[in-house]
């Protein structure tokens, strides 16, 4: 099958995904407010079923059923499943921390696909790599601070969050090579809508509040648009290009978490936060620089 990416752009590239993050910034920050008084599988299916619904009444009169169409039908699965997971984890990782610091955790996530390449496809990490890697986990320690009298261990929610995450990312690049992005977009909400299905009847509520209907929509529109303009990224620039400018959703998530919350992370947050976003971009760059180095 040959791949439907869309013409070579970085620039566009990079203003997508600047976009991408800015939504899933709204969304996390969404996610923590409504929660509070919606249950969580509730939300966590709401937002499924929008993406769901609003991308196949948008793409199926348009394109037919050609979008079913896919090369890789396990690889699609694999990465609702992976994302359903993710946003389970986010959701509870989020009615324990701060926005800002949650984003900073998940930001890991380039770094352990860093270990997932020397782990299972036996790929030689250099020495300043590794570097990187541990720079980044110990930003994350400092965020979470273990030893602290505060310290509660659901913050370590986060952590299996970057795990799941990283898979799906992988999956991500690795689709939009050959997968139309409207098509992955079209898979994704369905399986995810479909998983969360499952306890629906368990845990569905009346909402008294129109405020939390509006909230629900607020995150179904969010997360539908950020992931399709993150596929969209991805199908115009590669990932190494693209890598650095997913950390601006630290700074999207802090700009929601004072304006919503009035929160300002403390000083060892902000010094973990600036760690693992260094750590971050600079392994990006290094992936740039060796993807233009001749073999």
């Known amino acids: 099958m040959s791949s439907p990416a869309l013409p070579a752009s970085p620039l566009g590239g990079i203003a997508l995904v600047l976009c991408a993050v800015a939504c899933?910034?709204?969304?996390?920050?969404?996610?923590k407010a409504v929660t509070v008084s919606v249950p969580l599988?509730?939300?966590?299916?709401?937002?499924?079923?929008?993406?769901?619904?609003?991308?196949?009444?948008?793409?199926?009169?348009?394109?037919?059923?050609?979008?079913l169409r896919t090369a890789h039908p396990r690889f699609q699965l694999l990465r609702g499943v992976l994302l359903v997971v993710s946003s389970l984890l986010a959701f509870l990782s989020l009615r324990t921390m701060p926005?800002?610091?949650f984003t900073a955790i998940v930001m890991i996530t380039p770094l352990v696909i860093t270990l997932l390449a020397a782990r299972t496809l036996g790929e030689r990490v250099s020495p300043q790599r590794w570097a990187l890697v541990v720079g980044g986990f110990i930003g994350t320690m400092v965020i979470i601070r273990p030893g602290d009298e505060a310290f509660d261990w659901r913050l370590l929610l986060p952590l299996a969050?970057?795990?799941?995450?990283?898979?799906?990312?992988?999956l991500t690049s690795k689709l939009a090579r050959t997968d139309a992005p409207l098509t992955t977009h079209l898979y994704t909400g369905w399986i995810g809508t479909l998983a969360a299905s499952i306890p629906l009847p368990f845990v569905?509520?009346?909402?008294?509040?129109w405020r939390l209907w509006a909230g629900l929509m607020l995150m179904g529109v969010m997360a539908t648009v950020g992931h399709f303009l993150l596929i969209l990224g991805y199908s115009r620039a590669p990932a190494a290009t693209l890598t650095p400018y997913l950390y601006g959703q630290i700074g999207f998530a802090m700009l929601g978490g004072w304006l919503v919350?009035?929160?300002?992370?403390?000083?060892?947050?902000?010094?973990?936060?600036?760690?693992?976003?260094?750590?971050?971009?600079?392994?990006?760059?290094?992936?740039?620089?060796?993807?233009?180095?001749?073999?």
């Not at 899933?24 to 996610?31: G, S, Y």
């Not at 991308?55 to 199926?60: C, G, H, Q, R």
């Not at 969050?161 to 992988?170: D, E, P």
Request: aromatic content about 12%; glycine content about 8%; hydrophobic content about 55%.
């Open 24 to 31: 899933f910034a709204v969304l996390d920050t969404t996610t």
């Open 261 to 295: 919350f009035s929160h300002v992370p403390d000083g060892w947050s902000l010094l973990g936060m600036a760690l693992v976003a260094v750590c971050g971009a600079a392994g990006a760059w290094m992936t740039l620089r060796e993807s233009r180095t001749p073999g």
């Open 204 to 209: 569905w509520v009346q909402l008294p509040d």
């Open 99 to 101: 926005v800002g610091e």
């Open 161 to 170: 969050l970057v795990a799941t995450n990283a898979w799906f990312q992988v």
């Open 41 to 67: 599988l509730m939300g966590l299916w709401f937002r499924y079923a929008f993406q769901a619904v609003a991308t196949t009444a948008i793409v199926l009169p348009r394109q037919g059923l050609k979008m």
